[in-house]
C-alpha cells in the first residue's frame, strides 16, 4: 500500500491506494471502483452535477474522501473546501443528488468495495475549524411503509413542503394516493 500527500494550494490530502487519473483511466485493468460523488457545498448549476472519481477496490472510505477532496481542490472548484479532510463524510444519494437521510454516513474505516453504491455525496460534518458540530434538524415522516428522515434546511419550512420532500423521496409512489389527499385540508 503507498500513501500519497498531495500538495495543493497551501492544503495537504493524504489518502492511500486511489488512483489519481481522470475517470476513464485503469477503469478494468485492476479491481477499481467508479463512483458519482454530488458535492453538496456547491450550489447552483455546479451543485447538479456529479463528479466522477475512480478508486481502487480495496481503499477505505476515508482514502475516498482524500481522493474527492483532492479533485475538488485541484479542479479549481469553489467554494473552498476545509482543509481537514475529517470535516467530511460519505452518504449514500439519490441519482439526482438527494442526500438520503434515512441512512447514517459511510463508516470511514471500512473499505468502500464493501457498499455496492455507485452516487454517493460528500458531506460537511463540521462547520467550523473548532470542529463543533452543525446543528441540523430532520423531521420524522411515519408511514405505513415505514418511515423518512427529511432534512429541514429553515425553521420557516410549511408542512406542505416537507410533504412534498417525503413523497418525492418516496419516489413519488404515494402522488396521487390518499394519502397525499388525506394531507391537503390539514396543511
Not at 475516498?64 to 469553489?78: A, D, K, P, V
Not at 463540521?126 to 429553515?154: C, E, H, M, T
Request: positive net charge; hydrophobic residues 35%; aromatic residues 10%.
Amino acid at each position: 500500500m503507498w500513501v500519497l500527500f498531495a500538495y495543493l494550494s497551501g492544503t495537504i490530502f493524504s489518502f492511500s491506494c486511489c488512483f489519481l487519473s481522470p475517470p476513464q483511466g485503469h477503469v478494468g485493468t485492476t479491481s477499481t471502483k467508479k463512483i458519482d460523488v454530488y458535492l453538496s457545498m456547491q450550489s447552483g448549476p455546479e451543485k447538479l452535477h456529479p463528479m466522477t472519481v475512480v478508486t481502487m477496490g480495496n481503499a477505505r472510505v476515508q482514502d475516498l474522501i482524500g481522493l474527492i477532496c483532492w479533485q475538488y481542490t485541484s479542479e479549481g472548484r469553489e467554494p473552498k473546501l476545509n482543509e481537514n479532510v475529517n470535516a467530511y463524510c460519505l452518504h449514500i444519494a439519490e441519482d439526482d443528488g438527494e442526500v438520503d437521510t434515512d441512512f447514517p454516513p459511510l463508516d470511514s474505516n471500512e473499505p468502500i468495495h464493501k457498499f455496492g453504491f455507485s452516487t454517493l455525496a460528500l458531506v460537511e460534518k463540521y462547520s467550523s475549524p473548532g470542529l463543533a458540530a452543525k446543528q441540523s434538524l430532520f423531521v420524522r415522516i411515519n408511514a405505513a411503509q415505514g418511515f423518512s428522515l427529511i432534512p429541514v434546511d429553515s425553521m420557516k419550512v410549511t408542512m406542505k413542503e416537507i410533504l412534498q420532500k417525503a413523497l418525492k423521496k418516496r419516489k413519488g409512489s404515494q402522488k396521487g394516493s390518499g394519502e397525499e389527499s388525506r394531507w391537503k385540508g390539514k396543511i
